[in-house]
């Protein structure tokens, strides 16, 4: 009788996708509801690479890196029927930014009451104000279709690939004289310089600039800027743009959720499996290498992680194309921003509008004029971390109280500027020196934060490298500058999700159109393999 032994028989799957973040998990289940045979690997314990909710300290379940909601295409959300898997966004009020001395300013998602608030400050700013949100929402709408198709290639002679210049330059032309000039000048100006065609309010200009910023190692008076600003505006809920919304649960539930559509396709996905190399023959992906020494096999391999990790790591310069890695080497991450999270026994007094009221259920930002904002890049163009730096944050308690112990709260801090290369010591050595300078921040607006603190978790760009494999702690896989966009992002001639290595595919962030918890890289990516992109 002949034995089989099945335990040393290969399984052989579709499609192979390296890291369990919500790109890498989307393009999973795109590709599984297909019928393809689809394998996800993370390397952490837990899904959601940088979307991922974790007790670090008990009873309190933090949003450990990404914390707020807007860009989570609703086509997906659509799509993998993400509300029955769990999903559940709870809208955000607004953003609120103290100032210790003169007036706050509070928008709230009322426009009525957001345009009485702004008069205030300024008649003049009050009426600015509508224009400004309807240009903004125009210029979001140009560019809301692009997002969803797969950049076309520059130097192509396919018709076909042509059309969608010829789409770009139809849609460009259909806009007003005006309409066109703000797009100009939104892909070349600086947040600040394009704000100040607009207002005259030094803390709303600081304010609106903050989100030019984000993911850059530029300041607000830096060109190019203007974009970013742009690209966190495209963000939807329900059909309305610039809303921003919490996951209840946690980012952690948007992962969670993708995953659980995937696997109801039939996808496969384990943690604790970190890959070890891009399997190669005669210049084609074959499959990975685990850590563990296993070798899996697929007809093709995704990887949702960074440039640098997948060309120079996992597949190896010698297998590429000497003026490809070129491009990798050049590729920007330059990682400027950390993460402090906070475990409260109560909730911050704000000087300027003390007391527990609706002001702190939205986004809080520590941005009170457009000076301390470039100060605080000032001190990072030379390698330090701003002593007085741009702070962004949510107390989600106030929303989901489930993430907290009854009572107590989390104060979730995005914090710029902290720069990746540091002039003098290393993170390791100025992370708690990073964390004070957080807190001691927050204590010139609410004097009370230094009392009620119970625990703090300090990210530095360095551990955001370390445990998330973000390379250099950029959150957006790269820069999002106008070099390192559309058919540029990441490597010019290579931003069509494929590779010099035939069946390896790129699938991340670091593709168009972008970082962000939005889904779209993975979702093109996964329709391009099955030949169903644009």
């Known amino acids: ?202 803390v709303l200009k600081a304010t609106l600039s903050a989100s030019g910023i984000i993911g850059t190692s530029l300041g607000v008076r830096s060109p190019g800027t203007a974009y970013v600003l742009l690209h966190h505006y495209i963000g939807e809920i329900d059909g309305s743009f610039r809303s921003w919304g919490l996951a209840r649960g946690g980012t952690g539930a948007i992962s969670t959720a993708i995953a659980e559509a995937a696997r109801e396709a039939g996808a496969e996905i384990r943690t604790d499996a970190p890959v070890d190399g891009i399997r190669i023959k005669h210049g084609r992906a074959i499959g990975v290498a685990l850590a563990t020494g296993d070798e899996l096999d697929a007809d093709v391999v995704l990887s949702s992680v960074d440039p640098r990790l997948t060309f120079l790591k996992f597949v190896g310069a010698r297998e590429l194309p000497s003026e490809f890695v070129d491009e990798v080497r050049r590729y920007r991450f330059r990682g400027s921003s950390g993460k402090v999270n906070l475990a409260l026994d109560g909730l911050p007094d704000f000087s300027c509008l003390p007391g527990r009221g609706t002001h702190l259920r939205g986004a809080i930002s520590i941005s009170p004029s457009v000076d301390y904002m470039e100060r605080a890049y000032d001190q990072a163009k030379y390698g330090e971390f701003s002593r007085r730096p741009y702070i962004d944050m949510v107390i989600p308690t106030l929303t989901d109280p489930s993430v907290a112990p009854p009572g107590k709260h989390i104060l979730s801090c995005f914090v710029q500027y902290a720069p990746y290369a540091l002039a003098r010591g290393t993170w390791d050595e100025q992370r708690e020196a990073f964390g004070d300078t957080v807190v001691d921040t927050l204590a010139e607006y609410a004097p009370n934060i230094r009392t009620i603190v119970l625990h703090r978790q300090v990210l530095t760009p360095l551990d955001l490298e370390r445990e998330f494999g973000l390379t250099e702690g950029n959150i957006f896989h790269g820069e999002l500058t106008l070099d390192q966009l559309f058919f540029l992002r990441p490597v010019p001639g290579w931003a069509r999700y494929s590779t010099p290595i035939r069946n390896l595919w790129m699938c991340g962030s670091a593709t168009h159109p972008g970082g962000g918890i939005m889904g779209a890289p993975g979702r093109n990516a996964a329709r391009r393999i099955l030949g169903q992109a644009r």
């Open 1 to 202: 009788m002949t034995i089989v032994d099945y335990s040393r028989r290969r399984v052989r799957y579709n499609a192979i996708i390296i890291g369990g973040g919500h790109n890498g998990l989307t393009a999973g289940a795109y590709l599984a509801r297909a019928g393809r045979k689809v394998l996800v690997l993370e390397r952490r314990p837990v899904l959601g690479g940088a979307a991922v909710t974790e007790e670090v300290f008990p009873g309190f379940r933090f949003s450990v890196c990404s914390y707020v909601v807007s860009l989570l295409r609703p086509e997906l959300i659509r799509e993998l029927d993400l509300p029955r898997h769990g999903l559940e966004i709870l809208p955000l009020d607004g953003t609120f930014t103290p100032v210790a001395e003169g007036p706050y300013l509070w928008r709230v998602d009322d426009h009525a009451k957001t345009r009485r608030e702004i008069a205030r400050h300024s008649l003049l700013d009050a009426e600015a104000y509508d224009e400004f949100g309807k240009a903004m929402v125009k210029m979001a709408r140009f560019v809301k279709p692009f997002l969803n198709m797969t950049p076309p290639d520059p130097l192509t002679r396919d018709p076909r690939e042509l059309m969608k210049f010829a789409l770009i330059a139809t849609r460009f032309r259909a806009l007003s004289d005006e309409d066109r000039r703000h797009q100009l000048q939104l892909m070349t100006m600086s947040a600040a310089d394009f704000l100040d065609q607009w207002f005259e309010t030094d």
